[in-house]
């Protein structure tokens, strides 16, 4: 059975600072995960995927992730947070193989603070 | 590229009745569609995969008669949800993938806010 846990269900930090958001998850095959921002009432928008390849994966709006199979972890960084960060992510892995049909973690609310 | 459409965004019912919900993928075409439900403040969880032509397959604990899910072409699919009560009371999300693309994600819908009175 594969799952993911997301470390802190809300994380807060100032405009300007480090984010890092903490994905470890569970897999029996070799992942594929993604991270997905939601704000309120709207579906769901991709920030990025580590499908194979390159562990070091950059997605939109600066945001950045690094798979680490020895430690099963996929945690979202960007490096100076704006306000317009402040949502709901969801990091993902997609169920034995399949990029489509997803198991999300409980979630992390990103706050910024001015 | 690559934009899935639901219809209605919101949309308020008296308990007993059925809602249709519509999810469309506007640019490709999508063999296969994900429906999800997500309670306030809490993440998605899978309730089905619809899958053109054929039967969906319904998640564990999914009533698959109460959440009717009809793909009858490449670009629709509709979940109906029978008989609503409040607590089917939800936001309820469809995504969509591009086969004809390995390696591609699916593509999200930007929900329905479902409220039974």
């Known amino acids: 059975a594969q799952s993911v846990t997301q470390l802190g269900s809300h994380v807060s930090v100032s405009e300007g600072a480090l984010v890092l958001l903490r994905c470890n998850y569970s897999?029996?095959?070799?992942?594929?995960l993604f991270w997905y921002v939601q704000y309120p009432n709207q579906g769901l928008q991709l920030l990025l995927k580590?499908?194979?390849?390159?562990?070091l994966v950059k997605g939109i709006n600066g945001f950045e992730a690094e798979f680490k199979k020895s430690e099963t972890s996929f945690h979202l960084t960007k490096p100076s947070a704006h306000m317009s960060d402040a949502a709901e992510y969801f990091c993902a892995v997609g169920v034995s193989g399949n990029t489509g049909k997803l198991i999300f973690g409980q979630g992390t609310t990103l706050q910024v603070k001015p | 590229g690559a934009v899935v459409s639901q219809h209605p965004s919101w949309v308020i019912c008296k308990s007993g009745t059925s809602v249709k919900i519509e999810c469309r993928s506007l640019d490709f075409q999508a063999t296969t569609m994900f429906w999800y439900r997500q309670f306030p403040k809490q993440s998605l969880m899978l309730m089905a995969t619809?899958?053109?032509?054929?039967?969906?397959?319904?998640e564990q604990g999914v009533e698959k008669d109460k959440f009717l899910i009809n793909h009858a072409s490449l670009t629709l699919s509709t979940l109906t949800v029978t008989s609503a009560h409040p607590e089917d009371s939800s936001f309820y999300i469809c995504?969509?993938?591009?086969?004809?693309?390995?390696?591609?994600?699916?593509?999200f819908g930007q929900g329905t806010r479902l409220t039974v009175v």
């Open positions: 580590y499908t194979t390849g390159a562990t």
């Open positions: 897999s029996s095959v070799p992942p594929y």
């Open positions: 619809s899958n053109e032509g054929s039967k969906a397959t319904y």
């Open positions: 995504s969509a993938r591009d086969l004809r693309r390995t390696n591609t994600e699916a593509f």
